[in-house]
C-alpha cells in the first residue's frame, strides 16, 4: 500500500540547484526512516542524505554544504534542495523510507520502500 513518487528533477547548468520532493501515501507509521539514494550508470547505490522521525540527518561528505533534506509531516513528503551542483552529482535519485530509525541511515539493506527515482543532469 504504501507508494513513494519522486519529482522534481531535471536538466540544470553546474552551480544551478534543483528541489527533489518524494511524496509518501499509505503511510501511518510514527517513527521512521527516510533517505535520498543516487545511482549513475554503472554504479551502485550511494547515500545522499537520510532524516528520521526525530529530525535527526545524515549527509554524504560529498554533498555536505550543498544539500540539504528536509520533511514536511502534514503533507507526508520529503526533500532534497540541491545547491551548488557539479557535473558529478548527474545520476537518478531515489528516496527510500523504513519504519524505524536506522543505525546507518545511508546504506541501503534497512530500507523497506522505494520510489521509482527521477533524474538529475548537471551539464554544461
Known amino acids: 500500500q504504501v507508494q513513494l513518487v519522486e519529482s522534481g528533477g531535471g536538466s540544470v547548468q553546474p552551480g544551478g540547484s534543483l528541489r527533489l520532493s518524494c511524496a509518501a501515501s499509505?503511510?501511518?507509521?510514527?517513527?521512521?526512516?527516510l533517505g535520498w539514494f543516487r545511482q549513475a550508470p554503472g554504479n551502485g547505490h550511494e547515500g545522499v542524505a537520510a532524516?528520521?522521525?526525530?529530525?535527526?540527518?545524515t549527509y554524504a561528505d560529498s554533498v555536505k554544504g550543498r544539500f540539504t533534506i528536509s520533511e514536511d509531516n502534514a503533507k507526508k513528503t520529503v526533500y532534497l534542495q540541491m545547491n551548488s551542483l557539479k557535473p558529478e552529482d548527474t545520476a537518478m535519485y531515489y528516496c527510500?523510507?523504513?519504519?524505524?530509525?536506522?543505525?546507518?541511515?545511508?546504506?541501503?539493506?534497512?530500507?523497506?520502500?522505494w520510489g521509482q527515482g527521477t533524474q538529475v543532469t548537471v551539464s554544461s
Open positions: 527510500a523510507a523504513a519504519s524505524f530509525a536506522l543505525g546507518a541511515p545511508l546504506r541501503r539493506g534497512g530500507y523497506t520502500y
Open positions: 499509505g503511510w501511518t507509521d510514527a517513527k521512521y526512516q
Open positions: 532524516i528520521d522521525h526525530k529530525q535527526r540527518t
